[in-house]
C-alpha cells in the first residue's frame, strides 16, 4: 500500500495545459514528487536517470510518442518493471491492444479527473494512503 506523498511519478506530455491538470490531479491524490517531461526522449532520460515509481505519459507526441516511450522503457534493464499508465484522446481498440502488446500497466482517456486517475494508479500499484 504506498504512501502517495513518497510516489515519485513523471507525467509526459507535449501540452503543458494536459501536465498541468495531471499534475493537480496527482495533487489531489496527495502525490507531491511529480517531475514532467514533454516528449518521449526527454522522458527516458529522466527515468533512466531518476528513481521513479511510476509514469504516466500521453500517446500523441512528437519526437517519440506515448508508445515509443512504453517500448524503450520495456526495452531498459534498469527500468522495465516500471508502472506505466498511458494517457489517450482516443479510446479506440487497435491502440488499446498495441499498448497491452508493448507492455502497458493502464490507460486513462481523456478528459479525465482525479477519481478516475486514482482508480487507474490503484489498479496499477495497489490501494494508494
Not at 511529480?34 to 512528437?62: C, K, R, W, Y
Not at 515509443?68 to 498511458?86: D, E, T, Y
Amino acid at each position: 500500500m504506498p504512501n502517495a506523498a513518497a510516489l515519485k511519478v513523471l507525467v509526459v506530455d507535449d501540452q503543458f495545459s494536459v501536465r498541468q491538470m495531471t499534475r493537480l490531479a496527482l495533487e489531489k491524490i496527495g502525490v507531491r514528487l511529480i517531475h514532467e517531461a514533454e516528449n518521449g526522449q526527454t522522458a527516458f532520460a529522466t527515468a533512466v536517470a531518476q528513481p521513479l515509481d511510476l509514469i504516466i505519459s500521453d500517446f500523441n507526441m512528437p519526437e517519440m510518442d506515448g508508445i515509443g516511450l512504453l517500448r524503450a522503457v520495456r526495452g531498459h534493464q534498469a527500468i522495465r518493471k516500471l508502472p506505466f499508465i498511458l494517457i489517450t484522446g482516443r479510446g479506440d481498440r487497435e491502440l488499446v491492444v498495441k499498448a497491452a502488446q508493448a507492455g502497458v500497466n493502464n490507460y486513462v482517456v481523456k478528459p479525465f479527473d482525479e477519481a478516475i486517475l486514482r482508480q487507474k494508479m490503484e489498479a496499477v500499484l495497489g490501494r494508494i494512503q
